[in-house]
């Protein structure tokens, strides 16, 4: 789950990492009064879920409240990239004699988290690996070690930070960045860029935040984080639900029971020609309820032109995933044409319940493949 700028700073305030006096605002009236709060000069910063919003113009500077009115009028309802912003940060704004970067990432191949830190900070990180690979400084942590205060030194050493006082401060904010991250379950803490004053005085001017859905379970308060409004309708009433699913490109609605299957129907529906609309994960044991709710989430998507199921049961049992079918029919009335592959455990009763509740639109088919070109014929004949 990724966090809004706003949310990661008021996380890094918590751990004790120094940033700057902010508002939310969601109208121009309310980033007037804001900055009327903080004492101008202002910057007024678009709440998106996605980087680079500098570049696109979604970060201003304002002299004046009635300045800070105008650019937040400017920038709310603005499209970065497909977001729509419906929430500006007002922040005091700093003066900038340096900008650094520091990021604590989850490395999977190293199974270990990962530091990186440099002093050019501000522009792409990917730049930086990129053109100046010797300036970006990397150092893993053991996490059975622990972090310990060398991990900092080394990191604003190596980078080449000179001034004492300046590295005192990032020393202490590394510290505390990988104790918001070990105690947020984050999976990434990023501060582009971390600013030095012309005063010398060091602070986080950013933050991209991600935390481990996994572990959301015990952060209560991160899970309240969530940003509804900005997710997919789709995949949030699955997430509600309880159902694993991605949205897709196409229109044939794609269900299997296990992961490893379902990836293979996708593929499949795409070998016999067709564009699978999702993927759908019914998991193992999947009872009559999964399936309604599964099917919802399925049907409300306006691309879907027919569904296909592809059930091996072996946990599951393929007369329950049978009444589930029947059971999201009568409930929902379901149009699409519904192509069902059942074989496994109990497959032959759930065949008989198919063929016995006669519905006209539901098709069985022996195969993978033969109901994956079925579903395909369907979609494209609608
Ligand atoms: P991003 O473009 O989405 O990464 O947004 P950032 O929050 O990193 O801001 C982009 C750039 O805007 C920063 O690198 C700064 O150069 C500039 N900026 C942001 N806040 C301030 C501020 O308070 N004062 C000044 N002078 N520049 C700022
Ligand atoms: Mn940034």
């Not at 409300?300 to 032109?305: E, G, H, S, T």
């Given at each position: 789950m990724d966090l809004h700028e706003y949310q990661g700073k008021e996380l890094f305030r918590s751990f004790g990492i120094p940033v700057s006096e902010g508002r939310l605002a969601t109208t121009p009236d309310e980033a007037r009064a804001a900055a009327e709060e903080l004492g101008e000069p202002v910057v007024v910063k678009a709440q998106i879920l996605t980087g680079g919003r500098g570049k696109a113009g979604g970060i201003k500077l304002a002299e004046t409240p009635a300045e800070a009115q105008a650019r937040a009028a400017e920038i709310l309802g603005m499209d970065i990239r497909g977001h729509t912003v419906e929430k500006v940060w007002v922040e005091r704004a700093s003066d900038i004699a340096h900008e650094h970067y520091l990021s604590i990432a989850f490395d999977r191949s190293a199974k270990r988290p990962l530091f990186m830190f440099t002093?050019?900070?501000?522009?792409?990180i990917e730049e930086v690996a990129a053109s100046s690979p010797d300036a970006l400084v990397r150092l893993h942590v053991d996490p059975l070690e622990g972090f310990h205060p060398w991990h900092a030194r080394r990191l604003v050493y190596q980078a080449g930070v000179e001034d004492p006082a300046e590295q005192k401060q990032i020393v202490a904010i590394i510290g505390k960045l990988y104790e918001a991250f070990v105690g947020c379950d984050a999976t990434l803490c990023e501060i582009n860029p971390l600013v030095v004053t012309p005063d010398g005085e060091v602070r986080a001017l950013d933050s991209k935040f991600t935390v481990d859905d996994n572990a959301l379970f015990r952060h209560p308060d991160l899970a309240e984080m969530r940003d509804v409004a900005a997710t997919d309708p789709l995949e949030a009433l699955a997430r509600e639900k309880g159902v694993t699913y991605v949205k897709l490109a196409g229109d044939v609605g794609v269900l299997g029971n296990g992961a490893g299957l379902t990836m293979a129907t996708v593929d499949v529906v795409t070998f016999v020609g067709g564009r699978p609309a999702d993927f759908c994960d019914l998991g193992g044991g999947g009872d009559a309820q999964g399936v309604v709710d599964a099917l919802e989430v399925i049907a409300?998507?306006?691309?879907?032109?027919s569904i296909f199921f592809n059930i091996f049961g072996g946990i599951t049992r393929c007369d329950e995933v049978a009444r589930g079918i029947l059971r999201a029919l009568g409930q929902m009335g379901i149009e699409h044409p519904i192509v069902v592959r059942l074989d496994g455990t109990n497959a032959e009763e759930g065949r008989r319940l198919l063929r016995e509740a006669d519905a006209t639109n539901v098709h069985t088919e022996a195969t993978m493949l033969d109901g994956a070109r079925r579903a395909v014929e369907l979609a494209a004949a609608v």
């Open positions: 002093t050019q900070g501000g522009m792409d409300k998507d306006p691309d879907v032109r």
